[in-house]
């Protein structure tokens, strides 16, 4: 018989109350997720994969609305660095966000109307809070590895730091333990600017037309983030859109004016701005250091996990500083830890594009005692 | 008899019609400017400054409607690096402004009503062009210098291409012979940001509500560019607004969100945000090389005009291999220049701040032949 708790386009409603760092409660919580592969007989062969800000659950599957391959099929997969032929692989969509899990546009059962705004506001260790219930209901007690890039790099240490004894092994790519003043002040941008856009109305537009326009700028100055220089340069350039000549106009002259518009409008299809208000809010708060009276070292010391991390030299959103950073206090903390510094064109994407290297080292570390 | 072209608040009609790079010209132009000093008897001792994107023309006397002293009062005055004891110093607000130069919110006189988007779209030579019919109407045939930073920088350099004969010496601070792609992206969220906001009605708000909101979401986004990760983590880090805990909520909780929110909303008192649009796409246009077959040199072969280029450490806006690209095509026109990075952990800002090495390399630089 299947156990229907395994497969694509799972949801679990995980109803025993959820306690978060704000003070306040959830008394339930929908989990959206999928896993890939089966889990073995004493339920020892779990990777979790965390997402990104914008990611999502279908990490080696479609995405249902843009009908996209998944967002890591690249490496995860039969055969591929992350073997779903030998392990379960799982992946959640994060509390607060708007793929099927819990979030402002979910239906507040008190009210039966969205929550909006009165969500209450999470932190990256409620998110790993809620994906520990939903480990629970699946019946695994612990990880061989979690893994994850960007935000999904920040879950994995969270839970490093917050269920060590769940976690064999957590694999940290172009992430950061804490959220610097410039990552904050680029969040805030985007915040800024979905509430500046009328749509928005406090957060209570579920049933009229979302802040789309605010959305788009809110994505692509983050977007530009996501990218170097260098990057920008090799692909775009100043390069015009028409062959030609200027249009001495307010067009999409450039190539890359073109590219981020896209990018801009394209997200405002997929994503609820709210939930990307609490989600880089989360990101914000971040600051594993803090929550362990300033020491990161502290978060860590007298853990038996395995730590990996991945930095990229051109990514100057988590600069190779943030992961050095964590890396010196893993060492302070006596736990096992390799570090690698990749180089790469792309800044922070490169975690999501082609990187064989990337690729290696991820196969090598998850295969250690494997 | 006191000369009335000379002087604080002066604004000059100039009525031959000027000929812009897009093909269209304008029959009349109104250029307001300030003059510190006393021009001399052969009109040799003039400076001219060249103001940044939202710069002014008040560089050494007070901003009329923010009471804020001049923006670079530090380096211009009396007995001061830019020494007006010894020179005339010219500041003009560029075409395409809002502080009483012609741009887009200036009246048609073919309509009686705000040009906006019908105001032609212009490049930084049309305001170099601008500043030169200045020039005219005050007698002065050849500046003794031309100095700026960041877009005054991009102008300085522009006035050396346009108008070799007329330009002794040029002084590029913390600027760029073209705008790269990472550098039109900013600027094109910050043009999106303002056309998303439903008050900007395509540019035909002079008569309602500005854009404001969009506004400020525009240049919250370009002053993170203004900023280095390293300042603003020194100057706020992850401090709270309040001094003991996070609100859980969305106002600014963060000094860094404050901050930037009071950067947006103030700039919106004092500056238009069709100009913005005008002034950004005249950056982004800015490639001297493409004027010249893709040779930075070509621009500046024969030269006679002195260069002196000065770049900071932190400022990733226009990093210094920007001002190292233009110090390598002057060295292969033949056209004598110095050049030389500052330390600085205030990121492109850095000019109109405090810098000690910046001013003694300034009056040097201005001393030579003096």
Chains 1, 2 share one sequence.
């Not at 409620?126 to 879950?155: F, P, Y």
């Not at 307010?250 to 981020?260: G, H, K, P, R």
């Not at 394209?266 to 362990?292: G, K, P, Q, V």
Request: proline letters at 5%; a negative charge.
């Amino acid at each position: 018989m299947t156990d229907t708790r395994f497969g694509l386009n799972r949801q679990a409603r995980l109803t025993g109350s959820l306690m978060l760092d704000g003070g306040a409660s959830l008394p339930e919580v929908e989990i959206a997720y999928e896993t890939y592969g089966v889990l073995d007989a004493d339920a020892s062969n779990a990777i979790l994969i965390c997402h990104a800000l914008t990611g999502d659950q279908h990490v080696a599957s479609p995405h249902p609305r843009t009908g996209k391959p998944g967002w890591w099929q690249r490496v995860v997969g039969p055969g591929k660095p992350i073997d779903t032929d030998t392990h379960l692989v799982i992946c959640a969509n994060v509390l607060g966000s708007c793929m099927g899990s819990s979030g402002p546009a979910s239906l507040d059962p008190a009210t039966g109307r969205p929550f909006a705004m009165r969500f209450p506001v999470i932190t990256i260790r409620d998110m790993v809070r809620a994906q520990a219930a939903l480990l629970d209901h699946l019946g695994i007690q612990r990880l061989k590895a979690v893994v994850g890039g960007s935000m999904g790099g920040m879950q994995a240490l969270q839970w490093a730091a917050t269920y060590p004894d769940r976690v064999a092994a957590a694999l940290v790519i172009a992430s950061s333990a804490r959220h610097s003043a410039q990552n904050i002040a680029f969040h805030e941008v985007g915040r800024q600017a979905i509430m500046a856009d009328p749509n928005w109305r406090g957060g209570e537009y579920y049933d009229a037309a979302p802040p789309a326009a605010g959305l788009a700028v809110a994505r692509m100055a983050a977007h530009i983030t996501y990218l170097s220089e260098a990057g920008l340069t090799e692909k775009f350039g100043r390069r015009l859109q028409a062959r030609d000549a200027k249009s001495f106009g307010f067009d999409a002259d450039f190539q890359v004016e073109s590219y981020l518009r896209h990018q801009g409008i394209s997200f405002t299809d997929r994503f609820d701005a709210n939930s990307y208000l609490y989600i880089t809010r989360a990101m914000d708060y971040l600051d594993i250091a803090e929550e362990h009276g300033g020491s990161l070292a502290a978060a860590f010391r007298g853990t038996s996990t395995r730590f990996c991390l991945i930095s990229f030299d051109s990514d100057w959103l988590y600069p190779t500083a943030e992961s050095r950073a964590i890396v010196h206090a893993l060492n302070a903390a006596g736990a096992p830890v390799s570090f690698v510094e990749l180089s790469s064109p792309f800044g922070h994407d490169a975690f999501l594009l082609e990187q064989p290297e990337m690729d290696r080292v991820i196969a090598g570390f998850l295969g250690v005692g494997a």
